[in-house]
């Protein structure tokens, strides 16, 4: 979702910011602007469309302002326009604003702004930030923020620049990111570690209410009663590396082709040497107590928390319910201090799953996090955290984090099986040993990647695909039909095949691709039995199989993709590899934006 970036330093701003923006397309956006202090005013440039192109607008400007913030928006209120295009300014053009999340009672701000003779110019609810810092200005910059953000309602992140301010930048946040950063050169803020990449080597965490202001020389950070507050500083960890594309045409298929490491790296900090139990860094007597749990998340993290409440249930004695985070508070889920709740994302700030864990805390449940992204709002606020190790994900869909997921959620299941007593050692040491083997057999499912190139050239016209599966694979099903949906913009679905005869099959006519995932360990004889009712209804039949040779497939199927066979754990995640290459390929295919689809964002902080 959008993005900030502030400089205050020596440094010429303008192609620090441009930089900085663009390591934070990723986030997901649809306009881009930066503002600057140049000669005691501020120069704005914004346009719809990429930051390249705001790049190419701002090729022949003559600027060497040192302080800056520029901004990537993805559009809320108002339509993608360069109009309503971060920064945004007051009325006397001295104060500029970037903003990420919602101000939920701007327009009864607007409107009382408005009353008192402001002059609102675009439809977004940033502006209003602007002019109410202005109207709460009296010579203190840092006061008249802290001012207008105790006026404003709902999750937000900014950075507010003025030109008659113009030895600081003033940051403030509730909700959404931001991590402050001194380079050597000057004070940054940005709302992600990648656009600081290469220049910070330490990052401060600006939590929530709180307030910074940015000189040349560092930053200081406030709470709401304007009380200094000292934060730990963390290393950045991230290898610079790790955001190119090393060779790959796209991120997606770079991050597909990471897997093997991303689910090794994940399982092998928490497998004991003897491969016997898992060690995690939760409280035994803690985990031991609960009588119920959720796991809550959205988007493919909700897959994955569904792959985990099929293999959970095999390993808890407790009820166990998957849901969707934003579902989460608006339904009566049973919270005690019994109920145990996962809270699972990779980007740690999806607000979504940030409330849902903030309500069952609230009513005193036990909330583990289980996060790709360390010192992220849901690492900080859960009892205790899990981590994947899957790196940074820069492809909007996510492929590595899911099964990576997958992985740390199985292992997690196991933890928390052995703690109940309810699973015993020898299963538990069988699922392990399959898990250390697992990142091998995730190479051998690769290896189909040009196969599948080539089965994408007879399906990407396709307008409707259906995706079938059973058991712990129905997940990986819907996982496969979201991939395919996000990228390629072909609507598709996700169904038990069981539920197919119940309505989905009035879908399915002449050449409609269906998507059938075939495994010998869950009712392979029903399921060939759905393939066969598809195939009388002419449909185009796509096996993904762990059972290859199985020879009525030969009449029956008109692709067979083969997955390294497995069982438990590691099934969904073998089974979601072809999928995954499947959406890359048709979308490559159909010439869509594969790393950064319309509409869509990496990180998804309004509810
Ligand atoms: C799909 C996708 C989204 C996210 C969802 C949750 O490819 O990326 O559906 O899975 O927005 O995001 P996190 O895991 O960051 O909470």
């Known amino acids: 979702m959008c993005g900030i970036i502030g400089y205050i330093g020596s440094q010429k701003a303008l192609p620090l910011l441009l930089e900085a923006l663009k390591r934070l397309e990723y986030r997901g956006y649809d306009s881009a602007g930066v503002a600057l202090l140049e000669d005691g005013q501020i120069m704005r440039f914004r346009r719809a469309g990429k930051v390249r192109e705001l790049e190419e607008d701002v090729r022949t400007a003559a600027t060497t302002a040192t302080t800056g913030i520029g901004h990537t928006r993805w ?4 339509k993608p326009t360069e109009d309503n295009a971060h920064p945004h300014v007051d009325c006397s053009g001295r104060i500029a604003v970037v903003h990420n999340g919602i101000i939920e009672n701007y327009a009864a701000l607007r409107d009382r702004l408005a009353a008192e003779g402001h002059t609102i110019r675009s439809e977004t609810d940033t502006e209003v930030l602007a002019h109410l810092i202005e109207a709460h200005l009296d010579g203190d910059l840092l006061a008249a923020v802290r001012a207008a953000v105790a006026q404003a309602q709902g999750a937000f992140a ?44 330490d990052v401060q965490y600006l939590s929530d209410n709180e307030i910074a202001e940015l000189t040349r020389d560092g930053f200081r950070i406030f709470d709401t009663s304007g009380r200094r507050i000292q934060r730990p500083t963390h290393q950045v960890t991230t290898d ?45 007597s803690r985990i031991r107590r609960f009588d119920h749990v959720y796991l809550v998340s959205c988007g493919t993290a909700f897959h994955a928390s569904m792959a985990a409440e099929y293999l959970w249930e095999g390993l808890l004695p407790v009820p166990i319910q998957a849901m969707i985070a934003s579902e989460f508070r608006v339904r009566s889920p049973h919270l005690s201090s019994r109920t145990l709740v996962v809270a699972v994302s990779q980007s740690g700030e999806t607000i979504d799953t940030l409330m849902a864990l903030r309500h069952a805390r609230e009513r005193g449940a036990q909330v583990i996090a289980l996060v790709n992204n360390e010192q992220s709002a849901i690492d900080r606020e859960a009892d205790a955290s899990v981590y994947t190790r899957a790196g940074i994900e820069i492809g909007v869909a996510a492929t590595k984090t899911f099964t990576a997921q997958i992985a740390a959620l199985g292992l997690l299941g196991i933890h928390l099986g052995q703690a109940h007593f309810s699973l015993p050692a020898a299963r538990a040491q069988e699922e392990l040993e399959r898990l250390a083997r697992l990142p091998g057999r995730v190479i051998e499912a690769l290896r189909a990647s040009d196969q599948i190139c080539e089965v994408s050239e007879r399906i990407h016209r396709a307008r409707d695909v259906l995706y079938l599966a059973r058991g712990s694979l129905y997940p990986v099903a819907l996982e496969g039909a979201l991939k395919l949906k996000e990228i390629s913009y072909i609507h598709a679905e996700g169904y038990p095949a069981g539920e197919m005869k119940h309505g ?65 754990i590691s099934r969904p995640i073998l089974f979601a590899i072809p999928l995954q290459l499947l959406a890359y390929y048709i979308a490559v295919q159909r010439g869509t934006d594969v790393d950064q689809p319309r509409n869509l964002a990496k990180t998804v902080t309004v509810e």
């Open 158 to 201: 900014l950075a507010v620049l003025s030109a008659d301010a113009p030895d600081r930048l003033i940051v403030a946040r509730r909700g959404s990111p931001l991590v402050l950063a001194n380079d050597g050169t000057g004070s940054l803020v940005s709302s992600d570690v990648p656009a600081l990449l290469g220049r910070a080597t």
């Open 240 to 284: 610079p590396v790790a955001i190119q594309k090393a060779g790959y045409k796209h991120y997606m298929l770079k991050e597909i082709h990471e897997q093997a490491r991303a689910i090794g790296e994940t399982i092998r900090e928490k497998l004991l040497p003897s491969a016997a139990s898992v060690s995690l860094p939760l409280v035994q």
């Open 75 to 78: 559009a809320t209120h108002g």
């Open 504 to 568: 989905p099959i009035a879908l399915i006519d002449e050449g409609t691709p269906v998507v059938t995932l075939l495994s010998r360990g869950t009712a392979y004889d029903k399921v060939l039995a759905n393939i066969e009712e598809v195939k009388a209804r002419n449909g185009f039949t796509l096996v993904v199989t762990d059972a290859p040779e199985e020879p009525s497939l030969a009449h029956l199927a008109d692709v067979v993709l083969a997955v390294p066979a497995a069982e438990g």
